[in-house]
C-alpha cells in the first residue's frame, strides 16, 4: 500500500486543520493506520490510530479531546481533524499503515508503509 498525506500548513493557535492520508491499493481495509509526528530535534512520536473496520481509535494523551482520527475505507482515506491546535503541534505528520492483526499501535515498528509527511506550523 502507498500512502499520501496532505493537508498541512502555518494556522494560529487555537485553529483548527484536517490531514488526509490517501492510500493505494484494493486491501485498505486489512491495515490499521495511525498518525505520527515528529517535531524538530525530537524523536517521532505516537498521536492516533484507527483499527481496520474503524470501530475503535486510540489516541496519545496530549491530543485527547482535540483530535479525531477517522477512516472511510470505500475512498480509501484516514482524516485527522485537529482542533484547538497549539504550538507544541508543530510538527511534521506521517500516516503509516500496519497489517497486524492487533498492533501495538504506539509503537513505529508494527508500521510497514509510511507516507512522506506533512508539516504543520502553528504559530502564537
Known amino acids: 500500500v502507498q500512502l499520501q498525506a496532505s493537508g498541512g500548513g502555518l494556522v494560529q493557535s487555537g485553529d483548527s486543520l484536517r490531514l488526509s492520508c490517501a492510500a493505494s491499493?484494493?486491501?485498505?481495509?486489512?491495515?490499521?493506520i495511525g498518525w505520527f509526528r515528529q517535531a524538530p530535534g525530537k524523536e517521532r512520536e505516537f498521536v492516533a490510530a484507527?483499527?481496520?473496520?474503524?470501530?475503535?481509535?486510540y489516541y496519545a494523551d496530549s491530543v485527547k479531546d482535540r483530535f479525531t482520527i477517522s477512516r472511510h475505507n470505500a475512498n480509501n482515506t484516514v482524516y485527522l481533524q485537529m482542533n484547538s491546535l497549539r504550538p507544541e503541534d508543530t510538527a511534521v505528520y506521517y500516516c503509516?499503515?500496519?497489517?497486524?492483526?492487533?498492533?501495538?499501535?504506539?509503537?513505529?515498528?508494527?508500521?510497514?508503509?509510511w507516507g512522506q509527511g506533512t508539516l504543520v506550523t502553528v504559530s502564537s
Open positions: 484507527v483499527t481496520r473496520s474503524g470501530d475503535y481509535t
Open positions: 491499493g484494493r486491501t485498505f481495509s486489512s491495515y490499521t
Open positions: 503509516a499503515a500496519s497489517p497486524q492483526v492487533y498492533p501495538n499501535y504506539r509503537d513505529t515498528r508494527v508500521y510497514n508503509y
